[in-house]
């Protein structure tokens, strides 16, 4: 499919601007630069980079509309609505994301990421209460004018009223007649005589809280009808804390939006948005989005913009990319979009709908708009178009002009080969696949081009490669269709468990087979074992570091006992080591629901706020648990929340009491083996190398296949280098998946046999980032300039590494080339702001820019 990201050509260059831009820009403007940074990041698909960008962009907002959006929007980023017994409404105790913090104006940078006050008593009872004799002399005071609905008087004290707004202010004390006048007939006005002692009391009192909601409501009206600015401000503030769950929303919003209430509005819409995915389901909350009127009226009362549609058509992608709720959400996005990234966005992201809908002709005009504000990428779309729409010589015509006139990139040659034939279009996804081996396309075509040709055991090798090191439902469900061709049912039926366990709701052969279908037709092929043969199997698949095999058996028990919050625990481990941090995070939370005790459940919440940045937090809740229960999992929970931050030898060793604690409960082997890894990784950076071997063997003994890593580690700081080689050779031999195995054992060997090592890394697994680094820095030893950059460009144009910039500027600096150093060291601030040693390169290399312009 063509993207639907924007995805600048020059990303390290945009990233670099993108930074210069935070740092002299307005702090107005930095929010919105920050959206900006998320959009183009977002092709990368790097959940911690992208949360970091929107809890910056929370950070600077300072307008409430902007803060009740990007708090809802970090909250469905962490898919907080899959947690049970979880309100929309709730707090998560911090600001950022604190419901009642948001409807406040303005915000403390230094306090942003503190906690939020809404366990506390906000204030004293007694200072929040006007005081009972002040307020009988404030309903005593004389009145002087009446004013009549219907049959009945109402006394008023003119000042009062006349001090409610300007246009009551000129009737009643300047040149009209009711000056004059000591009764005023309001009958004609629609106004109750409720709403008239209601207005009186408040021209007395300047409080909305003693009155029920429906006279608030009609306080409202009055205000808004009659500029009564500070009365509408109360009850605006006053309605808006009636607002906590949908019922109340389709109530209360109707009368915000005709009388322009902001805060009720903002406390409405932060609902809707909190209650995403679900909300867009609902035709009447759509109403209040997708028209262009609906549009209108939520600028009318300065709640319509480019963040909340974004979010809105983000979310309506992801359910359902042709419903014409998404085209009515990206239509309306493209009416609120004032910048030219925003047009860009907007434009294409509708190109790439109307394409998914067949639509062809609208897809390309979508597409053609999208590259006249800017957007090179687009030109894909456009070439896609024309292509569905016959003309495959005009398609190709244009990739081949994108090729010659920009630095060729692998999507480039990707999209070019799907209007080329033969040998041509295979040398193209070649040149793809060599430019950016993280693109799945290629790897797919040439798996099928070769079982088209009966070489399906050749077919699996090749889609093999990508799955290695990029877990992709598709990429697995076209193995899955190779292994039944050979008759491998049991392989087949692997791929498909771990398939599902990545996307529940996978629809194989062309969405017209659900996966638990074909699981259940491959069961007659397949001999199923009992609960304890699953466990038995495992072992065995974690302890070869088998984790597509161990998704799949893990996948099977569930099937067997699915309210096991222990085996959702284990898939979450297993897909954070995949890299598949969304699909981690569902079963982390999955766990959560499914928690049989208390003291379980805070540990499974603990990792969500570890996995999720809020490292405090997982502490206290590891500490909670070991109160209620000593376990395993709290320890060690404790254990590695704190070895997350560099740690003192005092920290060190409490550490390490934690892990040996942890090791003293019951658990399983597999868990056993993993703390007593750990725990020799302590011993080893604590200097106790007898200690950590010990670990190691222990850790061995129970099939933790990885020990052999730290093991090898020790032997590496005796000086035995070559038992230390020996010792990641047994790991190379049992781990299935041994990139990192070939990376590590390039350290304990001569310089020809660690290229070796490390460029067998690369071809399992081109996202490591060492062997890059470190053939370019051998390169760089052998005044090679030129190629050490490449070397490190090469990875760079399709994993812009923090490391790898960081290096690469590093190299542009000790060649003199300060500009390209100061453009690499800004992108890599752009990735991690407080990078150290990336600002202390960038401040020398400034400075000695500034020097030679001197």
């Known amino acids: 499919t ?28 930095k929010s919105l630069i920050c959206i900006e940074q998320y959009s183009i990041l977002s092709s990368l698909r790097d959940p911690k980079l992208l949360r970091r960008c929107l809890r910056a962009a929370r950070q600077h907002a300072f307008d409430v509309h902007s803060k009740v959006v990007l708090s809802a929007l970090l909250r469905y980023e962490r898919r907080e609505d899959e947690h049970d017994g979880v309100s929309p409404m709730d707090c998560s105790s911090f600001i950022l994301e604190c419901p009642k913090a948001t409807l406040e104006s303005g915000c403390d940078l230094n306090s942003i990421y503190d906690h939020c006050k809404c366990y506390q008593e906000c204030t004293n009872s007694a200072d929040a209460q006007i005081s009972k004799e002040d307020e009988l002399l404030t309903l005593e005071e004389d009145s002087d004018i009446s004013f009549c609905v219907g049959n009945e008087e109402i006394d008023c004290v003119r000042s009062k009223i006349a001090a409610l707004s300007t246009p009551f202010k000129a009737m009643l004390c300047g040149s009209f007649i009711e000056s004059k006048r000591s009764k005023i007939d309001f009958s004609q006005n629609g106004i109750s005589v409720e709403l008239m002692k209601a207005v009186d009391l408040y021209s007395r009192t300047k409080r909305v809280d003693m009155f029920s909601p429906k006279i608030v409501l009609e306080l409202l009206s009055f205000a808004e009808r009659f500029c009564c600015e500070e009365m509408k401000s109360a009850c605006d503030i006053h309605l808006a804390t009636f607002v906590n769950c949908m019922e109340d929303v389709l109530v209360l919003i109707e009368y915000g939006l005709e009388d322009r209430a902001n805060v009720l509005v903002a406390s409405c819409l932060q609902v809707l948005l909190r209650e995403l995915p679900s909300s867009l389901h609902s035709p009447k909350v759509m109403r209040i989005f ?44 493209k009416e609120c979009a004032t910048l030219k990234w925003q047009k860009a966005l907007a434009l294409h992201q509708l190109g790439c709908v109307w394409l998914e809908r067949l639509e062809y002709k609208s ?16 030109l894909a779309g456009i070439a896609r178009s024309r ?7 005009s398609a190709y015509k244009l990739m081949n002009t994108l090729i010659s006139e920009y630095k060729a990139v692998g999507w480039m040659y990707q999209e070019r080969s799907l209007y080329n034939t033969g040998e041509d279009k295979i040398a193209d996804l070649n040149t793809a696949t060599e430019l950016d081996p993280t693109l799945s396309f290629p790897y797919k075509y040439r798996a099928v ?17 990508i799955i290695q090191f990029k877990l992709a439902p598709d990429c697995l469900e076209l193995r899955a269709w190779f292994f039944i061709a050979i008759e491998d049912y049991g392989s087949a039926l692997r791929d498909i468990r771990a398939m599902l366990t990545l996307e529940p709701s996978y629809k194989m052969f062309n969405v017209r087979l659900s996966g638990d279908d074909l699981i259940d037709l491959l069961n007659h092929k397949v001999q199923q074992g009992s609960q304890a043969d699953c466990w038995l199997q495992l072992y065995d698949q974690w302890s070869s570091i088998d984790d597509i095999g161990s998704l799949a058996i893990i996948h099977q028990m569930l099937v067997n006992d699915p309210w096991k919050s222990l085996l959702r625990f284990r898939q979450s481990l297993l897909l954070l080591r995949l890299n598949c941090k969304k699909a981690a995070m569902r079963c982390l939370q999955l766990a959560c629901n499914l928690s049989s005790s208390e003291h379980e459940k805070l540990i499974y919440e603990g990792w969500i706020l570890f996995d999720t940045g809020h490292r405090e937090e997982a502490l206290a809740k590891a500490e909670k648990s070991i109160l209620i229960q000593r376990s395993f999992e709290a320890f060690f929970l404790k254990a590695y929340t704190l070895s997350d931050s560099n740690l003192d030898p005092e920290s060190s060793s409490y550490v390490i009491e934690l892990l040996e604690e942890a090791i003293r409960c019951p658990s399983d082997g597999l868990r056993k083996g993993q703390a007593l890894n750990n725990l020799g990784s302590k ?20 099939k933790h296949t990885k020990a052999h890593q730290g093991l090898a580690r020790v032997y590496s700081l005796r000086n035995q280098q070559k038992a230390a080689y020996a010792e990641l050779s047994k790991l190379i031999e049992k781990a299935h998946n041994n990139a990192s195995a070939y990376e590590n054992r390039s350290e304990y060997c001569d310089s020809e046999m660690a290229k070796n090592d490390l460029n067998m890394a690369t071809e399992l697994d081109p996202l490591r980032t060492y062997p890059y680094s470190y053939r370019a820095a051998v390169l760089m030893d052998d005044q090679k300039e030129t190629e050490a950059i490449e070397e490190l460009s090469k990875a760079i144009a399709f994993k812009p590494d923090l490391q790898m910039l960081h290096l690469r500027a ?24 407080d990078h150290i040693d990336t600002l202390d390169l960038y401040n020398r290399a400034r400075d000695q820019a500034i020097h030679y312009q001197q």
């Open 2 to 29: 063509i993207e639907p990201h924007l995805k600048p050509i020059q990303l390290v260059e945009t990233l670099a601007d993108l930074y210069r831009r935070l740092g002299t820009c307005l702090e107005s403007e």
């Open 290 to 333: 997708c028209s262009s009127e609906a549009r209108e009226r939520l600028a009318s009362a300065g709640h319509a913009s480019f963040l909340l549609y974004y979010f809105l058509s983000q979310v309506a992608m992801e359910e359902d990319k042709v419903s014409n709720t998404t085209v009515m959400l990206l239509e309306r996005l």
């Open 363 to 378: 897809a390309q005009c979508y597409f053609e708009a999208a590259t006249e504000a800017g957007h090179v990428y687009s």
């Open 387 to 393: 292509y569905k729409q016959g003309h495959q010589h």
């Open 449 to 465: 081009s070769k079982a088209e040709k009966k070489q399906t055991k050749d077919a699996i090798s090749e889609i093999d490669r």
């Open 683 to 702: 011993y080893v950076d604590s200097g106790k190398l007898d200690q950590a071997a010990n670990c190691y063997m222990n850790a061995l003994e129970i």
């Open 810 to 833: 590093a190299f542009y600096e000790s060649i003199g080339n300060l500009n390209s150093a100061l453009c690499d060291c800004e992108a890599a601030l752009c990735l991690e702001p």
